[in-house]
């Protein structure tokens, strides 16, 4: 049996880049798992590990529904590292600003740890930065294996590589099939452009009032507010290249503001924003409800999709990738990770990269609850561990998307401490444009002018 994912809550407020954020509440106390640890990863050896010491690996989650399965992971490992056992404490009870709170205070006061773990690239970027990590780069000279060549993509941090990705979550299209084939369209073809998206959308909109079905969702977050250069601006759309400067009057953004503002208020086919936040609408409750008919989400909801106690519905699931905006190549999606470190407090580094490197490799496999970033692996072997009945979920189309030949990850590089803070500023002056209570060519000059305030306050520029 499956375990069912929870998605953690991401990203809280950054503090200056040369402090971990830490003050505040939140939890004091911690569960925690020990357990021997799992089946050899093919990594380096370690000099404790050859001569039999016995070292205790201390790993710091906030995934509490988990423990079993990191259990079992660490009790595989031992198989061929005897000599190895691995604590995991819990902080945060699921939820990662909690989490964060209190490990970061725990850093900053030199207490032992050896694997912490951050739930999105920002988060990872801002400890990174302020020194809570070791850099990676000898472990992978030791092993003989650039991370480059065992792992879909490698983000760094000041030109090294501070965390080992996993757990990922990347975006695409949720589509309600038996609407598809009650409108007479086909599944999506990979290589779909936003421009059919609108299309199908209107074609799967159907009647007036409460009862309305729309044919698209937008939730309230971020995401959805610059969705459209994901396939066209390979990094975060907030900033440059070169994050001297916003990014808020690039030719792009705006066309996708704009293309949001009409599908929602001149076609009438999208889920007005107005209502998303008036009524503070749950887009699992609508999609599963048959309120609308496709949702741009991340695969953290695939483990839902046919959890029929919690959403019980009837219809398939079809999928499509997230679409190409005009003349971009297709194949190109947002992709969030976790990302696995070694604590600068760490007695161990060597042990505590190897399991590290075991579960984010093995380890996916064992724990089944998201895809593992390791390259060139086959992505429906972790969906289908996901899913009991793949009869609400149609399979085929998803395996086509997951194993997409022109797949590419965009996963975020250019994130600074106050990344959480600018993205929230975007939010609040979009608001006021889809609201209507604004003009687009103003929010984009408040959005320019206060966000390159915020750079010169919070970054030095």
């Known amino acids: ?59 710091v989650s906030w995934l509490t529904a988990y423990q079993d399965l990191d259990k ?9 590292h005897p000599n190895v056992t691995v604590t995991f404490d819990y902080y945060g009870d699921m939820t990662a600003t909690e989490y964060y709170k209190k490990v970061d205070l725990m850093v900053m006061g030199g207490e032992e740890m050896d694997i912490l773990m951050t ?56 589509i309600n099939k038996n609407y598809l084939d009650e409108a007479g369209l086909p599944v999506p073809d990979l290589d779909w452009t936003w421009d059919d998206y609108r299309e199908y959308a209107n074609k799967l909109t159907q009647g007036e009032g409460a009862s309305k079905r729309y044919g698209s969702y937008f939730h309230s977050w971020d995401h959805y507010d610059y969705m459209g250069m994901w396939s066209n601006y390979p990094d975060n759309p907030m900033f440059n290249a070169d994050m001297t400067a916003v990014n808020f009057d690039h030719p792009m953004y705006k066309e996708w503001l704009q293309f949001r503002y009409a599908m929602e208020n001149e076609d009438n086919c999208q889920v007005p924003f107005a209502d998303v936040k008036s009524m503070n609408m749950n887009y699992r409750d609508k999609f599963f409800n048959g309120q609308i008919a496709m949702l741009p989400i991340g695969s ?65 496999k064992i724990r089944g609850i998201s895809v593992s970033a390791e390259k060139g692996i086959d992505k429906m072997e972790f969906m289908e561990m996901q899913i009991d009945e793949p009869k609400y979920v149609d399979m085929e189309t998803l ?36 609201l209507g209570t604004d003009s687009l060519d103003n929010t984009i000059a408040s959005l320019v002018k206060n966000g390159t305030q915020m750079m010169k306050d919070k970054g030095g520029n």
């Open 72 to 80: 079992k992971v660490a009790e595989a490992y031992m198989k061929e």
């Open 399 to 434: 395996g086509k998307v997951m194993n997409n030949p022109a797949w590419k990850d965009n996963v975020y590089q250019n994130v600074p401490p106050y990344n959480k803070e600018m993205s929230q500023l975007m939010v609040d002056e979009c608001s006021k444009f889809l």
């Open 300 to 364: 953290f909801i695939v483990p839902e999709l046919d959890d029929q106690d919690k959403y019980p519905h009837e219809f398939v699931t079809t999928f499509a990738p997230i679409p190409a905006w005009k003349d971009a190549e297709p194949g190109t999606t947002y992709t969030e990770s976790h990302f696995y470190s070694i604590s600068k407090t760490s007695k161990h580094p060597q042990e505590a990269f190897d399991f590290i490197r075991f579960y984010t490799t093995e380890g996916m």
């Open 119 to 174: 739930s999105a690239f920002p988060e990872h970027a801002q400890r990174a930065g302020s020194g809570a990590y070791l850099p990676l780069e000898e472990y992978f000279e030791k092993e003989g294996i650039k991370p480059e060549d065992a792992y879909a993509f490698v983000s760094k941090v000041d030109g090294k590589m501070y965390g080992i990705p996993g757990d990922l979550k990347s975006w695409f299209i949720l």
């Open 1 to 59: 049996m499956k375990q069912r994912r929870v998605l953690a809550m991401l990203l809280t407020a950054a503090t200056a880049a040369s402090l971990l954020t830490g003050c505040g509440g939140g939890k004091t106390g911690s569960e925690t798992t020990t357990a021997a640890s799992g089946e050899s990863a093919g990594t380096g050896n370690s000099e404790d590990a050859s001569s039999g010491e016995q070292v205790n690996l201390r790993f």
